[in-house]
């Protein structure tokens, strides 16, 4: 465990290496995810110069964003979870896209436009839409493709480059359009009250993906239910 870990923080290192501006390392203290929620808690807070919607990743990729963020801790909301919702991109076209979470190990991809192509093995980034996330971070690999009895997408699963059970540190990047810091209070409430730039985002990426006109894979980019109770308290 001890050896994993050190190869981790390695990796960390050299992609911190690669940002102009600071990058905060985290380490992963506890898994408070359930059975509406996936989500971990970080050793970094607001004292440390943590920000909701700061993006998290490792070496391998996106891991999901800053949620909550209490003094010395903060909520991170993995990409699966059911609440999550990322503005994304195909590598191979440009073509862009939500990664929606659903509460399972594989996320689905959203208003893709039917006549875009897309295949297993195909390599989804982030679009930068929003402005909060930088453009071109590994997501995941397009895992599986399902067409109903016309040869219409109905689903389109992702694999996440990163494997989300096996999380010990991540970095926190700096927005590319900086948030507020997050006010600590004694009980944030439930999570969907603080995800509003997670939603107004997607929502922004649908936009772009042609979503107004009908053109999505697999429905609305809706909130899905609450995680009740996901407070990064301290």
């Known amino acids: 465990r001890l050896s994993a870990e050190n190869r981790e923080l390695q990796q960390l290192v050299k992609l911190d290496a690669v940002w102009a501006d600071p990058v905060l390392s985290a380490r992963v203290i506890a898994d408070t995810g359930g059975a509406f929620a996936r989500s971990l808690l970080l050793d970094r807070g607001v004292n440390d110069g943590v920000m909701r919607g700061m993006a998290a ?7 999901g964003r800053v949620q909550t963020a209490g003094e010395r801790s903060s909520r991170l909301l993995l990409l699966t979870d059911i609440n999550s919702r990322i503005p994304a991109m195909l590598e191979k076209t440009g073509d862009r896209l939500v990664v929606a979470g659903n509460n399972q ?10 006549e875009v192509p897309v295949a297993v093995g195909d390599m989804v980034l982030t679009s930068g839409v929003g402005g909060i996330i930088p453009a071109g971070l590994p997501l995941g690999t397009v895992t599986e493709v399902v067409v109903d009895g016309e040869g219409r997408r109905i689903r389109i699963a992702l ?10 540190y991540v970095s926190l990047l700096p927005s590319v359009r900086l948030d ?3 006010a600590v209070t004694a ?48």
């Open 105 to 114: 190990s594989k996320p689905e991809l959203q208003y893709l436009r039917q």
């Open 180 to 182: 507020e810091p997050v």
């Open 187 to 234: 009980n944030d409430g439930p999570i969907n009250q603080l995800a509003n730039e997670p939603v107004n985002e997607s929502a922004q990426a649908a936009d772009a993906a042609g979503a107004d006109d009908g053109a999505g894979d697999t429905g609305r980019a809706d909130d899905g239910p609450t995680n009740d109770g996901a407070n990064a308290d301290e």
């Open 159 to 168: 694999q996440p480059s990163v494997d989300l059970a096996r999380l010990g």
């Open 57 to 63: 990743m490792t070496a391998q990729g996106v891991v």
